[in-house]
């Protein structure tokens, strides 16, 4: 290795240099950015006495009893974990549907009227969430559908149209319109062509809107807390409040339970990483 | 955020032809689904909102309510401790918008060719994105108590008016600059290498490679993250909500609109309030889209 | 199939939005004072038959809600300890609790529930800090009810749960602030409980000569600047009879400069923050206790509610506290301050309000002490029992012989507003302090009065 520095010419060794810097700076980024990281997981593994004595080495008896007394003592956990699961998949999917179907329309059609159309959906991003608690509450309740997995589904889906319509619109775009036009030769009518044609083209861009949703739907703690007040609708984020409130004194539990609520989405993450920044890409250059 | 639009055959047959009707009754019911439940959660709450700004409203669990016009606003408009917390949120989103676009745009110059590394560090730049706003501040405090105090024998940024801003802009930089370098490593694979390649035939510097060819092409991607960012920065409120909550310093716009809704019986202001912001937001951001989509028309 | 679906649920939200168009505000008017003749009607009639033998409905099916902002662990425990007992009696009673942290989200989703018509039971909080509740008619009057008229419950413990002269809440515990002091390291430098200004100061001197930290603070919690201020400003205004004070702040008649006392509990408190370390305007209350434990600082200004965690913290370790009242000045002038901590309202509106109230008045009497055990809080009532801390049973003592400034002795509480103004102005004091930043007690108060006279201007 040393022997091959030695032979290479004046800018080579400049290359050569500035990658090693390169790779260096990105290693003590990448170091702080997981920092945090680190704390959650050593504190989650520590025993109260331990974090009280030394909160930052490791610990010397790593114990997993925290993250069971989470699971055991907590009973909002377990009930939190299916809500949230069976909130955030119907949400994610559904967004899917909608907006693909209305991203594809804004981005095939250039008329006025659908340029107005997108502004006002992208509009939604602007609109702080305390200014339409109180009506959409109160419209949830009339409905009935309050602490029900419906109520917040609907919810969290129209809250949700304005960013995942911001991500497919700019994609769809970069589809060649020619395949539709070629079924619809074969006979097919626009719904068909839609669904057998384009849909399957939207893939690397529904990959990541459902990364992107998911992440946003399973963290949501302001629409759930407002919408889910019964103990048995409730969501992971709200289970939380028993360690993050005034007068945390378990931080060991805080950050086991903190650990465990991360862990689908971060395989969900890892499964999808490809198509995300592939469907992240076609999205942002193109919008 | 709308992009160049192409001239296309739709046009080409009159506009009440049988033709036109089906083609457009077609999109309305493409996009009627997602309109439907946007309206029903997002639209008519905003709307039903605004009467009440009109009004002295004191508590949301009281129907009793006099018109008062504008005064809401104009109250708002001329009161300083509103107008702070503008300047609060703005520092924020003037730190946050920087700091995660020029550290997502410098680790996607970095990291944008594909390799095993390359992806390893991508996965890890971007992992903070899956925590919940919360969690990252309530983690992010500990950090800056137990790391950061620690070792450099400084007061945590949380506890500092002077600096809270800053140490709150911080844990937003964490956790979202992963995702602005997503985009722009989109944007960077886009870019063809042949113009790199003629570039470098005609001598010019790295620098001027930069300039010249890298960022011009990049500005559907800074528009993209701006706009996003921007919108997220002006409507912060988890992180001072979370470890920030008494600090005069820490207030932000929302914050303000909330207190007055539901915590200080001042519910008519506090709509007021969440209108003047909800427009302030929509004025910003449409400046600044059009901004760079005219930079992207120059381009 | 998923095109079905999607379509199913755009179904329910079109019949969603009509409903929800549909009722406007005059209807929603109609129907709440329907609803409020129908309760009056019936509570007469509860009236009636609370009188008649107990016996007689034991069996009665009834769910009680009970909203609260309980977080701590100990409190939840205790809580559901006094409704097991509750459901002993009457077995047929369900609870349900809902709870959410009082900083941030108790009072938006209690106000957002009732705006809905959602009518829990029991509604947890003092009267006084949430006065729309009793405007709009959410607490039942109880200054007739012979439980409470029966327990001989002190002027300021009434006035805690009071407005306008009418009891409307359950006191049930009550809060007092101090010095925690680490009683070896007190010992080991010979150093003896200051009962003034003086001798604290003389204290803190010797333990900053023998390299230790005086004091450990936690002002990342407002509430911590607060009850520094509370030892002077409540037994001063109370000695001279301002027991209208904060009525008089809020309602702009008087300023804060009026009241030199505020003025003086800054410097007394000013004093105490020249041994400040570099972390007070960090540590929340939890890295507080931790650093106190772990002999960082011989003395923490503390609230009686942190006990509890303090115990938990010492653990099996070695390490020994006791609490003394803060001198105000070198006479000895200082009480002990006192405050209803778990007060609780019954709801006249909701459907089992009667149940309610026997829940409630069993809470405050033959429910009281499994609470206080289970809690470690002090009773209102005085009753304790030998399976409290001695550290409680004494501060009970204390106030049992009345030497005490009690906040339900003023005439209005602090609004929330107010309060968070008021804490406001104190947390940048206390940074000041701190960091050297050199604002005087009386820019402190030009603050404080900017933020008051803001608060009136915007409240029409």
Redesign the interface.
Same mark, same amino acid.
């Given at each position: 290795m040393k022997n091959d520095s030695f032979n290479l010419n004046n800018s080579e060794m400049k290359e050569l240099i500035l990658k090693i810097s390169k790779i260096v700076v990105v290693i003590i980024i990448m170091l702080v950015v997981l920092i945090p990281f680190y704390i959650s997981f050593n504190y989650s593994i520590k025993d109260h006495t331990e974090i009280t004595n030394n909160r930052l080495a490791l610990p010397e008896n790593p114990t997993i009893q925290n993250f069971i007394t989470v699971i055991s003592e907590n009973e909002q956990f377990l009930i939190g974990y299916k809500n949230s699961i069976l909130n955030t998949i119907p949400t994610v999917l559904l967004l899917m549907v909608i907006t693909s179907m209305a991203s594809y329309v804004l981005a095939r059609y250039s008329a006025k009227f659908y340029q107005l159309m997108y502004l006002v959906f992208i509009a939604g991003i602007l609109i702080p969430f305390q200014c339409i608690m109180l009506p959409l509450y109160l419209n949830i309740y009339n409905t009935g559908l309050i602490s029900t997995n419906l109520g917040f589904i609907i919810a969290r889906t129209g809250l949700q149209i304005s960013i995942s319509i911001l991500v497919v619109t700019g994609f769809v775009k970069s589809v060649p319109r020619d395949m539709e036009e070629a079924a619809s030769i074969d006979g097919c009518n626009r719904f068909q062509a839609f669904w057998k044609i384009v849909f399957p083209l939207m893939k690397p861009v529904n990959a990541t809107q459902l990364v992107l949703n998911t992440l946003f739907v399973w963290n949501d703690y302001n629409t759930a807390v407002v919408l889910l007040r019964s103990p048995e609708s409730r969501t992971l984020p709200l289970a939380q409040i028993i360690y993050f409130n005034e007068n945390t004194s378990e931080l060991n539990l805080a950050f086991a339970f903190f650990g465990m609520a991360m862990i689908p989405i971060l395989i969900l993450y890892l499964s999808m990483q490809k198509h995300v920044v592939s469907g992240i890409m076609a999205g942002a250059v193109k919008g | 955020m709308v992009a160049k639009t192409r001239k296309k055959q739709e046009h080409t047959h009159p506009v009440f032809s049988r033709y036109n009707l089906r083609i457009h009754g077609g999109n309305m019911l493409f996009m009627l689904p997602a309109l439907i439940i946007y309206i029903a959660v997002v639209l008519i709450p905003f709307f039903q909102g605004i009467p009440y700004s009109l009004t002295n409203w004191k508590s949301i669990i009281s129907d009793k309510m006099i018109f008062v016009g504008l005064k809401n606003y104009t109250t708002l408009l001329t009161n300083k401790y509103f107008l702070d917390t503008f300047l609060n949120t703005f520092k924020f989103t003037a730190i946050y918008l920087l700091g995660a676009n020029i550290l997502g745009l410098f680790l996607a110059m970095i990291l944008w060719r594909s390799s095993r590394f390359n992806n390893i560090v991508r996965t890890v730049m971007f992992m903070p994105f899956t925590v919940s706003l919360v969690g990252a501040a309530i983690v992010w405090s500990y950090v800056y108590t137990d790391i950061i105090s620690s070792l450099f024998e400084v007061m945590s940024p949380l506890g500092c008016s002077s600096q809270v801003i800053g140490g709150m802009a911080v844990i937003a930089i964490w956790r979202d600059m992963g995702y602005c370098m997503l985009i722009y490593i989109a944007g960077l694979q886009s870019i063809p290498t042949e113009y790199y390649e003629a570039a470098r035939v005609d001598g010019a510097s790295s620098f001027q490679r930069i300039k010249h060819i890298t960022l011009p092409l990049l500005i559907p991607a800074f528009t993209s993250n701006i706009t996003l960012l921007l919108a997220w920065g002006l409507k912060v409120f988890d992180y001072p909500m979370a470890v920030a909550r008494n600090m005069e310093a820490a207030k932000t716009t929302t914050m303000y609109v909330y207190d007055n809704i539901f915590g200080f019986s001042k519910a008519g202001l506090g709509q007021a309030a969440a209108i003047i912001t909800t427009v302030v937001l929509l004025i910003l951001t449409t400046a600044v889209s059009r901004m760079f989509r005219k930079l992207e028309v120059e381009a | 199939m998923?095109?079905l679906?999607?379509?199913m #649920?755009?179904g329910?939200?079109?019949? $969603?939005?009509l409903?929800?168009?549909s009722?406007d505000?005059t209807d929603?008017?109609s129907t709440?004072t329907e609803t409020e003749t129908t309760t009056d009607a019936k509570s007469e009639t509860k009236a009636e038959t609370t009188t008649e033998p107990i016996a007689e409905d034991t069996d009665k099916e009834a769910v009680i809600q009970v909203f609260h902002y309980m977080?701590?662990?100990t409190k939840r425990t205790g809580l559901e300890a006094v409704e097991a007992k509750f459901q002993e009696k009457y077995p047929n009673v369900t609870f349900?609790?809902?709870?959410? %942290?009082? $900083?941030? +989200?108790y009072?938006?989703?209690l106000? /957002? &529930?009732?705006?809905?018509?959602?009518q829990p039971e029991v509604i947890m909080g003092n009267p006084g800090l949430y006065?729309? #509740?009793i405007?709009?008619g959410?607490a039942m009057d109880l200054s007739d009810n012979e439980i409470v008229n029966s327990l001989n419950l002190s002027s300021g413990d009434l006035g805690d749960v009071s407005s306008d002269g009418k009891i409307f809440g359950f006191p049930i515990d009550f809060k007092t602030w101090g010095v925690f002091y680490n009683v070896k390291m007190f010992d080991e430098l010979g150093l003896k409980v200051p009962t003034t200004q003086t001798e604290l100061m003389e204290v803190c001197k010797k333990l900053e000569e023998a390299g230790r930290d005086p004091w450990i603070h936690a002002? &990342? +919690?407002?509430v911590f600047g607060d009850i520094e201020m509370r030892n002077t400003v409540w037994t001063r205004a109370l000695q001279n009879g301002d027991n209208d004070i904060f009525e008089q702040l809020m309602s702009g008649d008087k300023k804060v400069t009026d009241y030199t006392y505020i003025k003086e509990g800054l410097e007394v408190w000013q004093e105490r923050m020249q041994w400040a370390r570099?972390?007070?305007?960090?540590? %929340?209350?939890?890295?507080s206790?931790?650093l106190f434990?772990?002999g960082q600082g011989a003395m923490l200004y503390t609230g009686s509610?942190?006990v509890g965690?303090l115990v938990?913290?010492i653990?099996d370790?070695d390490f020994e506290f006791n609490f003394f009242v803060a001198p105000i000045d070198d006479s000895n002038s200082q009480k002990l301050n006192v405050q209803v901590d778990q007060a609780f309202m019954v709801n006249p509106h909701s459907e089992y309000s009667d149940m309610a109230l026997k829940f409630m008045e069993f809470w405050i009497t033959d429910g009281a002490l499994i609470w206080s055990e289970n809690t470690q809080l002090p009773l209102c009532t005085g009753v304790s029992s030998d399976n409290l801390l001695p550290l409680i049973k004494t501060i009970a003592e204390i106030k049992g012989s009345g030497t005490i400034s009690h906040y339900g002795d003023f005439t209005k509480p602090f609004?929330?507003?107010f309060t /968070?103004a008021w804490?406001?102005?104190l947390?940048?004091f206390a940074?000041s302090c701190v960091?050297g930043g050199g604002m005087t007690p009386d820019e402190c108060l030009v603050n404080m009065q900017a #933020?008051f006279d +803001?608060?009136i201007?915007?409240?029409?």
């Open positions: - | - | 998923k095109k679906w999607a379509l #649920l755009v329910v939200m079109m019949t $969603g939005i409903t929800g168009c009722s505000k929603e008017i709440k977080t701590q662990e349900e609790n809902l709870f959410y %942290n009082q $900083g941030t +989200d009072f938006p989703q106000s /957002t &529930a009732l705006a809905s018509g959602e006065p729309d #509740l405007t709009e959410y002002f &990342a +919690d407002a570099d972390d007070a305007m960090s540590n %929340n209350q939890d890295k206790l931790e434990v772990a509610w942190s965690d938990a913290k653990g370790g609004s929330s507003e /968070t804490r406001q102005s947390t940048s940074e960091s #933020l +803001d608060i201007a915007t409240s029409y």
